[in-house]
């Protein structure tokens, strides 16, 4: 089975990497994984938080183990159901958010990683996963593979938002950022005016991860970033159109500098929503129905100071979603080509 995962992994890569044999690119066939690269001269010197930049959602959650037990981010009351199989096969439908690995995304062109971790409660080691409701792959793991790439594409930037924490202390901490600093060294920048960070500066100083930590134990080292500096409001609603209302409210408040933007294109299944697609799970429940919709909202959007920034998705290989949000710097062009006339 891990060799046939394996085989239907490579294929979809092919569908968005590969040309087709006639030597041209169907949209889907585009490779994003040299985006930022391939942008035009003038947007170097622009910085990223003018830029609309893709990012997913639960972005490790292509894998959960249904075996390990459940995470300490659920409550007892869910820890206790899950003592039957047939509960925790029903959670990883509703635990999993994404169908691309780590790898996958960053080809796709998926530059900002949503990250929640925990320790495995028991476990006598000081190993960190990530989780959601169930428990990933180990977070090492992953910062290894999304090391590898940002070696083989030198000048992509990439933003690693470990925004939840669960059964850690200091020691925990003090073992992921060490794992952060063994796998990416002198790639990590240092945290500095949002301002002044631009794909030129990052350029000249080799730097590809910004780290921002949602944890007081940012302050004891100068590679990790405020919390604060990337806020990511939440809709928490099943409603497309409350989603839409929230994000263009959210997008009209945002401060004009000091700080990234994220905008979660996401909805969030309530209690009710999943006793009601029980089996069918996030995907087929609630994202794949309205994902197209979202989607039209983001072609609407412009980039800038006060327009979006990032924007996170779930499944962001259901529909164009990098390509999309990828091609509103195209505006920021038009701008530029205007106010040399």
């Not at 939840?164 to 002198?186: P, S, W």
């Amino acid at each position: 089975m891990l060799a046939v995962r394996k085989a239907r992994r490579k294929l979809r890569m092919g569908t968005i990497c590969s040309p087709n044999p006639s030597g041209t690119k169907t949209s889907s066939e585009v490779c994003n994984a040299d985006w930022m690269a391939s942008l035009p001269p003038h947007l170097h010197n622009l910085p990223l938080s003018n830029l609309a930049i893709p990012g997913s959602h639960d972005s490790f959650s292509y894998w959960v183990d249904e075996k390990s037990p459940v995470g300490p981010d659920q409550t007892q009351a869910i820890k206790r159901l899950a003592r039957i199989s047939l509960v925790k096969k029903l959670m990883k439908k509703w635990s999993v958010t994404q169908n691309l690995t780590f790898r996958e995304q960053l080809e796709a062109g998926i530059r900002y990683f949503d990250l929640r971790v925990s320790s495995k409660p028991g476990d006598a080691d000081q190993e960190i996963y990530f989780i959601h409701g169930l428990f990933g792959i180990k977070v090492w793991d992953g910062l290894m593979e999304i090391d590898s790439f940002l070696t083989q594409h030198p000048q992509e930037i990439i933003f690693l938002d470990f925004n939840h924490f669960y059964a850690m202390d200091e020691t925990h901490h003090k073992c992921l950022v060490l794992r952060i600093q063994e796998a990416f060294g002198n790639k990590l920048c240092p945290a500095c005016s949002v301002e002044s960070l631009t794909l030129r500066t990052l350029w000249e100083k080799n730097c590809q991860v910004l780290i921002f930590y949602h944890c007081p134990f940012y302050k004891q080292y100068p590679f990790l970033w405020p919390g604060k500096k990337i806020p990511a409001p939440w809709a928490n609603t099943t409603s497309v159109r409350k989603l839409i209302l929230f994000l263009e409210t959210t997008l009209s408040e945002r401060a004009p500098w000091g700080s990234f933007h994220v905008s979660q294109a996401i909805l969030t299944p309530r209690v009710k929503t999943i006793a009601r697609g029980l089996v069918g799970g996030l995907k087929n429940t609630l994202v794949h129905r309205n994902l197209p919709a979202i989607l039209d909202w983001v072609k609407t959007q412009k980039p800038g100071a006060m327009g979006v920034n990032i924007i996170t998705s779930d499944f962001v290989d259901l529909v164009d979603f990098a390509a999309t949000v990828i091609k509103l710097n195209d505006l920021l062009q038009e701008d530029t080509a205007l106010a040399k006339c």
